[in-house]
């Protein structure tokens, strides 16, 4: 199963991306979780260090993954990804370590390729967590053409909303078969409302509201991981978000 997590800067798309990866590892589910944040930290979320995630070594670009590629998944994996204690193996795709060192299409156009790719022998979940923004969706090719489903994470505000609104259409053109409403940073019950309201009016499906967590908050504050240990609304929302997932791929969960 190979998702996107997509959506406007700051709604939350890293936060809802490490704890899907890690209810999917505790599910015991193989994952693998693609950073293409240009200034990246979904590793810290997964339990490694500040150290150990600005140590990760960057995709290369441009390249083609597969056996007649110029990297196998195998390679890419044993070269670039890096085990996280809470399960996800993670890689870093867009990383800047340079001032003006032109686009990032290179690394772009590594994750496409590597989304293409029958991941099953790898993966049972290969998660990408995206840049903000949609502009993924229009480059040439789309990063994420290969995505089975979008989680489209959104704050309970318009914008947010319309930027989900506007991803399905472009997500619509590319193929991508499946586009889903996660609502996030709830202030429950009153946040429910505009949701709701909101999705209704811009014809998004809603499948889950994440709460306001203060786990969350006091986790990103020391730069710790974000674990199930934890529990919680937030990550009981999580758990049922992956079924409605898994229902809507019809994908098995391992025995
Ligand atoms: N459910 C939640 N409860 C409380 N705080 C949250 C929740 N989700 C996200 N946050 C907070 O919101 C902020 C932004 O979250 P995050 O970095 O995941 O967003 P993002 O969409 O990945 O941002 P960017 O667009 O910069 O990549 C962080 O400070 C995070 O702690
Ligand atoms: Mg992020």
């Known amino acids: 199963m190979k998702i996107g997590v997509v959506g406007k800067g700051g709604v939350g ?48 670009r441009s390249v083609i993954v597969g056996e007649r590629g110029d990297l196998t998944v195998d390679e890419l994996i044993d070269d670039y990804g890096a085990p996280t204690p809470l399960g996800p193996t993670v890689m870093s795709a867009l990383r800047v370590t340079e001032a003006a060192a032109g686009c990032t299409c290179g690394g772009h156009a590594t994750v496409r390729s590597l989304l293409g790719e029958a991941m099953e022998q790898h993966a049972d979940i290969t998660l990408i967590d995206m840049e903000a923004g949609i502009e993924h969706l229009s480059r040439s090719g789309g990063t994420l053409a290969h995505a089975d489903v979008l989680l489209m994470v959104m704050e309970a505000t318009v914008k947010s909303v319309i930027t989900a609104a ?8 590319l193929g991508i078969p499946h586009c889903v409403g996660v609502g996030n940073k709830a202030r429950l019950p009153e946040d429910r409302a505009v949701f709701e309201q909101l999705c209704e009016e811009y014809e998004v499906p809603l499948l889950a ?10 986790a990103d504050r020391g730069g710790h991981a974000l674990s199930p240990d934890a529990g919680g609304p937030a990550w009981a929302e999580i758990d049922r978000l992956l079924d409605h997932v898994d229902q809507l791929l019809g994908s098995n969960a391992p025995a």
């Open 13 to 60: 798309k890293t936060t809802i991306s490490s704890m899907v990866c890690a209810s999917y590892a505790r599910r015991g589910r193989r994952v693998i979780a693609v950073d293409t944040d240009s200034n990246p930290n979904l590793g810290i979320s997964l339990g490694l260090s500040v150290e150990q995630t600005e140590a990760l070594q960057v995709l290369p």
């Open 166 to 173: 506007r991803t399905i259409a472009l997500a619509d053109e």
């Open 209 to 218: 509201i994440v709460p306001h967590d203060a786990g969350v908050v006091d």
